[in-house]
């Protein structure tokens, strides 16, 4: 099996940071692209950033120059770090990974349980 957890979420004031933490763990044999998504009330899930194994990152407009992503490969980690939050921030976000758990299998998408960020004042 392979897990998911995330955590740091919670509520901050608008202009504040948080950082998010999503550590896997289970049956590993390597781990591909690392990302976070979001979904807010009545909205689809969206992308937010992605990561990967080699440090190439990609993110959506909307975070641009306020969220960084990263990765510790050796903590099979993946981290973002929220900056200059704004109310429309706020959403549940997913972490998610592509794990290839035994050789010669493909790799397989996982997701987080969702850690929810409220940014209000």
């Known amino acids: 099996q392979v897990q998911l957890v995330e955590s740091g979420g919670g509520l901050v004031q608008p202009g504040g940071s948080l950082r998010l933490s999503c550590a896997a763990s289970g049956s590993i044999l390597s781990i591909n692209a690392m990302g976070w998504y979001r979904q807010a009330p009545g909205a689809q899930r969206e992308l937010v950033a992605i990561v990967t194994r080699d440090g190439s990152t990609n993110y959506a407009d909307s975070v641009k120059g306020r969220f960084t992503i990263s990765r510790d490969n050796a903590k099979n980690t993946v981290y973002l770090q929220m900056n200059s939050l704004k109310p429309e921030d706020t959403a549940v976000y997913y972490c998610?990974?592509?794990?290839?758990?035994?050789?010669?299998?493909?790799?397989?998408?996982?997701w987080g349980q969702g850690t929810q960020v409220t940014v209000s004042s």
């Open positions: 998610n990974a592509y794990i290839r758990r035994f050789t010669g299998r493909p790799y397989s998408g996982y």
